[in-house]
């Protein structure tokens, strides 16, 4: 287990390593220049020289690509004044700090991310576990359809549905904000009820067709057929046996769902109107902000990978056969 948590922490590195230097030096080919929008239109050539200077622009790109990396974990010192690790720069817009910033805005990303897992991942089993259990059945075909209608619905579409619907013309559920939960529990979850339930829609899809297929699958092996011939009760066959053996493809694929979600669930903030991470992504890439744009795609990118070494982790315990080396 431990040579397998240090292969994979290693895997982990050098890909945050490619993911910082493919966006670091993709920036360069915009043809947008950071230093000229922060000068403004009637910009002349000292002061555009000055900018450059303050902003690091004016070295090269490669010096500038290790300067960064290396202030994120020894910190650096900036024409702004001493950067602490974990240093990410500063706004080449509002000259905030990037960690500050994202800080900020991670509470939303993650109260959204955890919430809508929740959801998703309670009502999309047990809809595939019912669906499986009564295979054939109308339970079965009703549940099926509803999850190939809920696959097809777009989040843009369906969040403004439910706001105009159940917000502005029923009432029923307050307008979608972020409130602190350590401030005020019931606040948090009436502001964030109507997103979790929008953005885990058709996740809820994927999951109950996923698990209904495993859970059919893994009732045909012959270790579930020799727990049946030896008179085990129906109930502890499909939990005990079944249900065991089909987690870990769903745990597989939550991992993913969970640490991308994490990264940013850009269409479901933008919808909402929530300042998280997935809004700070898209608002850095249109402003060319490439301090800000480069924080949000780390974190993203550091969140995915430590809930795949996670997931990995657990298939020993889902799955005895499985071992870790």
């Known amino acids: 287990m431990l040579r397998f948590l240090f292969r994979r922490s290693l895997g982990a590195l050098v890909i945050l390593l490619v993911i910082s230097a493919v966006t670091f030096f993709m920036f360069f080919v915009l043809p947008a220049e950071p230093a000229r929008l922060a000068c403004g239109k009637n910009c002349s050539p000292d002061a555009l020289a000055i900018i450059r200077e303050n902003l690091g622009l004016d070295k090269a790109i490669p010096v500038q690509y290790w300067e960064y990396m290396l202030g994120i974990f020894v910190g650096r010192d900036l024409p702004v004044g001493r950067c602490d690790a974990p240093c990410f720069g500063y706004s080449f817009v509002n000259n905030e700090s990037v960690w500050g910033t994202i800080l900020d805005r991670f509470p939303t990303t993650l ?8 959801v998703f991942l309670t009502v999309g089993v047990g809809i595939g576990l019912v669906a499986a259990a009564r295979r054939g059945t109308w339970i079965d075909k009703f549940f099926s359809s509803l999850s190939l209608l809920g696959a097809s619905m777009q989040i843009y579409f369906v969040g403004v ?3 105009a619907f159940f917000v502005s013309r029923l009432g029923w559920l307050d307008q979608p904000a972020y409130y602190p939960i350590t ?3 019931g606040q948090w979850f009436a ?3 109507l997103p979790w339930l929008v953005v885990s829609m058709i996740f809820i899809a994927n999951y109950s067709r996923m698990t209904r297929s495993l859970m059919v699958e893994q009732l045909q092996e012959e270790h579930v057929r020799a727990a049946r011939a030896k ?3 129906r109930p502890a066959v499909f939990f005990r046996y079944a249900l065991r053996g089909a987690m870990a493809p769903v745990v597989t694929i939550f991992g ?4 991308s979600l994490i990264g940013g669930a850009m269409v479901t903030e933008f919808t909402f109107t929530l300042h998280g991470i997935g809004r700070l992504a898209v608002e850095s890439v249109r402003l060319t ?3 800000m ?7 993203s990118a550091a969140a995915i990978v430590l809930f795949n070494i996670v997931v990995d982790s657990l298939y020993a315990v889902l799955d005895p056969r499985v071992r870790l080396t």
């Open 111 to 118: 109260s959204l991310a955890a919430g809508g897992a929740v």
């Open 161 to 163: 549905l439910c706001l």
């Open 183 to 185: 401030e005020d529990v």
């Open 191 to 193: 502001g964030m009820l």
């Open 231 to 233: 008179g085990m009760g």
């Open 256 to 259: 993913m769902d969970l640490g």
């Open 289 to 291: 902000d490439l301090p």
């Open 293 to 299: 744009l480069m924080g949000v795609m780390l974190v």
